[in-house]
């Protein structure tokens, strides 16, 4: 190679150093992150399998078949011809198709809440920390106050209670439609669902605020929102143009560490039976209704454990990988 | 203490008047945050820029020339005073037209690595002021900040990129250009050179001169450097501990300043000659804390020539020579 040919071939390089905008700079990052990049790929798997349930499985979820009940795996359905994957459950639903279905829909509930905590809790937090004194005094004081509360005992008494008496909470019509669909349900069973979503994002929306504070806190004092103001942005433009923007990095790590939380909270819901409920399959409750099976079954409540397991784990490591590519020095 | 000005002088009318700016900072202390003392900053100052001059203020670290900028803009609510701007008063502005007057009077910053941004690439920024105000289409708005980025010396193809790109010289000009975006007739010049190598500094001068000459733009220079500022101002006015000592045309002060504090600071810089000889005034001990500032002349405490008055009255801030402003006992 020429002397000139080795120089072109640098500052052509040093062009594409200098073109590099900040998201491929966080890109780069994230896939030098094995463990993250693994996590996410097998997400990535879970969600298309679950997302394309209806035509994997020939089997509807609430399908049973009397005679062939704990039928073991790989058993074909002799009428049908169809094969029984992981077997059947103790009424002779097929178990594969089951946890498919289960998947699409503790996936959604996780999604739904972590998409509706985090709204709410990155509004909150920004009021409370931008305008300070009274107002964040009272919305982190009431905030400081729920965390106190154990969330699991008051998380069951309010699920038991919404769940009992329908008319608690009203929910439009065109969201129960909605969320139905995504999780191929009846509207009936997705209200179930969306009560779920709400008792979840109810408690989980307090510490993305308390992040979200600690973070408009100390952007506020910044030269540029001054700018901003001398410019005359007023409060919600420096909200929504400098304030928010700014705090994306930490709020999307707390995003996907708390979408692992949730997948475990619905699964600790639903086994403890005020989750949603059994013709409706979720991890958890799967594992609930198999439970009595354990000794001369084991498979059975296993089964649902792993994509739990798996989910809460992979969730944590893109969590880190995001920290550490969005942010080096977050500690979170 | 009236503001007006010398016949002689008053070729222009008064663009800005500020008739006794007083800023007292509150400092809270105890868990109830009661206010347990105050920080005079500024203490009844009163000064008049006029059209399309360049008005340099100086003064030490912590004598209040910032908090005066600042004021002017509203950027902090000023204690007590009158700040007018074309006639009508700012202090007492609603906030519907004081946003109407951000479009007037603009500022720019001293730190130019804080002062932008970080997620927001550099042509939005210099537009964020003709979206505030809702100036033309998205189309002609991205057209005037590319002018704007131009005029100061940037390239269409920078208007894409992110402030950790430039230099802190390219971002102090980028912060120039947002200033200008919105077609301002005063700008407030916060040390706007202070964080710059020198032969950047004058680079950025050399611009900000430019530019006043194109657009008939006032200034409000405040700077530490008193090469700077007579380098750039046509009058000058120096500040000590939240009062202005004096305040005279560019070359009358520095050919022969009148105040004791002018004459100190005038001695301090350094002559770039090996033999030149002459007489240093080097003022003895520390400023004294805006909390509790000296009684009577608060350069008293100093002042190599003070007398026995100087402790007890506050001299007056006037007229000791035709267009010569002047806070001191003794001087004729």
């Given at each position: 190679m020429t002397v000139s040919a080795q120089i072109e071939k640098l500052e052509a390089e040093a062009i594409t150093i200098e073109e590099r905008s900040p998201f491929q700079v966080v890109m780069r990052r994230f896939v030098r992150h094995r463990l993250a990049m693994v996590s996410m790929a097998v997400m990535v798997i879970i969600f298309i399998i679950t997302i394309l349930a209806p035509y994997i499985t020939s089997f509807k979820v609430d399908e049973i078949n009397v005679n062939n009940y704990f039928v073991p795996f790989g058993t074909v359905d002799e009428d049908t011809g169809r094969v029984h994957y992981l077997g059947t459950d103790n009424i002779g639903r097929d178990y594969f198709s089951r946890l498919i279905y289960a998947g699409r829909i503790s996936l959604t509930v996780a999604l739904l809440s972590v998409l509706i905590s985090e709204t709410i809790g990155v509004f909150v937090g920004a009021v409370s920390g931008f305008y300070g004194r009274w107002v964040d005094a009272v919305l982190m004081r009431f905030v400081e106050f729920m965390l106190t509360i154990p969330t699991l005992p008051l998380l069951l008494i309010i699920s038991s209670m919404l769940l009992r008496n329908e008319d608690l909470i009203p929910i439009p019509e065109s969201v129960l439609n909605f969320v139905g669909n995504i999780m191929l349900l009846n509207p009936r069973d997705a209200r179930n669902a969306v009560l779920i979503v709400v008792v979840l994002a109810g408690f989980g929306w307090l510490s993305s605020a308390q992040l979200m504070r600690g973070t408009v806190l100390s952007l506020r004092e910044q030269t540029f929102v001054e700018a901003s103001r001398s410019l005359g942005g007023t409060d919600i433009w420096i909200i929504m143009k400098h304030m928010i923007p700014n705090a994306m990095a930490p709020i999307i790590v707390d995003a996907s560490l708390a979408l692992a939380g949730y997948v475990v909270a619905e699964a600790a819901l639903a086994f403890l039976g005020f989750g949603i409920q059994d013709p409706v399959p979720t991890w958890g409750n799967m594992l609930s209704a198999t439970q009595t099976y354990m000794f001369d079954k084991p498979w059975l409540p296993l089964l649902p454990g792993i994509p739990i397991f798996v989910c809460s784990l992979a969730f944590n490591y893109i969590g880190d990988g995001l920290r550490d590519a969005l942010d080096p020095r977050l500690k979170l | 203490m009236a503001m007006n000005t010398n016949m002689q002088t008053q070729e222009k009318p008064d663009l800005l008047v500020v008739k006794n700016l007083t800023k007292y900072f509150p400092v809270r202390s105890g868990i109830f945050q009661r206010v347990s003392a105050w920080v005079q900053a500024v203490d009844k100052v009163s000064f008049a820029v006029k059209s399309g001059e360049t008005l340099g203020m100086v003064g030490e670290s912590g004598c209040g020339k910032t908090t005066v900028g600042r004021s002017i803009l509203r950027l902090v609510e000023p204690t007590s005073g009158e700040v007018s701007f074309n006639g009508e008063n700012i202090i007492t502005m609603r906030p519907k037209s004081l946003k109407a007057l951000r479009r007037d009077m603009q500022i720019i910053f001293q730190d130019p690595y804080a002062s932008l941004n970080p997620r927001m690439p550099i042509g939005e920024a210099v537009m964020e002021g003709l979206q505030i105000h809702k100036i033309g289409h998205p189309k002609e708005r991205w057209e005037i900040a590319i002018n704007m980025l131009k005029k100061v010396g940037l390239e269409e193809y920078h208007a894409r990129r992110y402030p950790h790109e430039f230099s802190g010289g390219q971002r102090q000009r980028i912060g120039i250009a947002r200033a200008l975006a919105l077609r301002?007739?005063?700008?407030?010049?916060?040390?706007?050179?202070?964080?710059?190598?020198?032969?950047?500094?004058?680079?950025?001068?050399?611009?900000?001169?430019?530019?006043?000459?194109?657009?008939?733009?006032?200034?409000?220079?405040?700077?530490?450097?008193?090469?700077?500022?007579?380098?750039?101002?046509?009058?000058?006015?120096?500040?000590?501990?939240?009062?202005?000592?004096?305040?005279?045309?560019?070359?009358?002060?520095?050919?022969?300043?009148?105040?004791?504090?002018?004459?100190?600071?005038?001695?301090?810089?350094?002559?770039?000659?090996?033999?030149?000889?002459?007489?240093?005034?080097?003022?003895?001990?520390?400023?004294?804390?805006?909390?509790?500032?000296?009684?009577?002349?608060?350069?008293?405490?100093?002042?190599?020539?003070?007398?026995?008055?100087?402790?007890?009255?506050?001299?007056?801030?006037?007229?000791?020579?035709?267009?010569?402003?002047?806070?001191?006992?003794?001087?004729?």
């Open positions: - | 301002p007739k005063f700008i407030v010049c916060d040390e706007p050179v202070s964080a710059l190598d020198v032969s950047i500094q004058s680079q950025v001068l050399n611009i900000l001169k430019d530019l006043q000459k194109e657009f008939g733009l006032t200034y409000l220079f405040i700077a530490h450097n008193l090469s700077v500022v007579e380098h750039i101002s046509d009058r000058v006015a120096v500040m000590y501990l939240g009062k202005m000592v004096e305040l005279t045309e560019r070359d009358a002060l520095y050919r022969e300043p009148l105040h004791p504090y002018t004459k100190a600071l005038l001695s301090a810089i350094p002559i770039p000659h090996p033999n030149v000889k002459r007489d240093r005034t080097i003022l003895k001990g520390d400023v004294p804390s805006p909390l509790n500032p000296p009684k009577g002349c608060r350069f008293h405490t100093r002042c190599p020539i003070a007398v026995e008055k100087c402790s007890h009255d506050e001299p007056e801030f006037r007229e000791a020579r035709p267009g010569h402003w002047v806070a001191c006992w003794l001087v004729e």
